[in-house]
Each structure stands twice: as C-alpha cells, then as structure tokens.
C-alpha cells in the first residue's frame, strides 16, 4: 500500500530540477521497514515500526505476531484500495501539468506494480532504472543497493536541499 511518492522533475531547458511529493494519509496503521546499514552503505538487517499517518502517529512499537482480525480485513482492503487510487490521481494530475517522457527509477519493481495497482498507465513513457543500468554497465554480478549507493556518493538532505559530496539542489 502506498504511503508517500516524492517525485524529482528535471527540465532540460532550464537543467534545474523541482521537487514534488504527496502523503497518503489513510487510518489505517502501516509497517514501516527501513535498513540498518554500517559506514560503508552494507545492510546489516532491518528495523520496523507502525505508522497511522492519518492520526499522526509514528514509531508505534511492530508486533511480528500481530494478525489482522478477520473482520477487519475487507475494511483494509478498502482502505488500501483508497491509498492507490489517491496515486492513481496524484500521477494523473502530475501528467497533466508536466511534459513527461521519461521515469527514472532506483531498482523500479515495486513501483511498477504500484502503478498498475493504482491504474497508471506507464506505456507512454520510456523508462531508467538506474539500478539495473549501473550492474549493466558496471558488469557488475550483483546490484548495487540504493544504501550503498548513496554512501558512496554521500548522499544527505534536509528540508531544504538534497545534496551528494559533489552536487546540491
């Protein structure tokens, strides 16, 4: 279920990008997963926490033997149903207001399906992966995590720029 896209449109004429993005805000709680990496971008394993974005509660302890009741699970099918369709929209309207050719992706699985999910016809555009364009032309037997990758660059933000060790926006 989707919770958030952040989305980098670049302009070519004027090479300066803009930043857009949406939270999908539903009540329902959410797993959120995030890597635990060391100095060099390795992951070393996983930590979880639950989320309800609706009522603004973040870091709420993850239960792995917490189920679902089932009586609840077609209310969270629905609520889901609800997260996609609000990407459905957000990518509609992004269309309508941006000339798009192009989407540029870190490792774009769970996007794809994210999109399709959500109804977003991806046959117009041509598509990046970077992911799999760096183990390509790297010749690389494995790919590059987006967490080693952006060590190596040395990737920060904050809310007012996005920066790596050689660029800044």
């Not at 989707?2 to 939270?23: A, N, S």
């Not at 959500?118 to 010749?139: K, M, N, P």
């Amino acid at each position: 279920m989707p919770v958030e896209i952040g989305v980098v449109l670049h302009d070519p004429e004027e090479d300066r990008p803009r930043f857009l993005g949406e939270t999908f805000r539903h009540d329902i709680d959410v797993e959120l997963w995030r890597n635990v990496t060391d100095a060099r971008g390795k992951t070393l394993g996983v930590t979880a926490s639950v989320a309800n974005l609706w009522r603004g509660e973040y870091q709420k302890p993850f239960l792995r033997s917490h189920r679902l009741p089932g009586y609840q699970v077609q209310a969270a099918r629905e609520v889901a149903r609800a997260a996609f369709a609000d990407l459905g929209l957000f990518m509609q309207r992004l269309s309508g207001d941006a000339d798009i050719s192009t989407l540029t992706f870190f490792a774009d699985g769970m996007e794809m399906m994210a999109f399709e999910q959500a109804g977003v016809d991806t046959d117009e555009f041509s598509r990046v992966d970077l992911q799999r364009d760096i183990r390509r032309r790297l010749g690389m037997k494995d790919h590059l995590s987006l967490d080693r990758v952006s060590t190596i660059i040395g990737f920060s933000s904050s809310k007012a720029q996005i920066r790596s060790g050689h660029f800044s926006y």
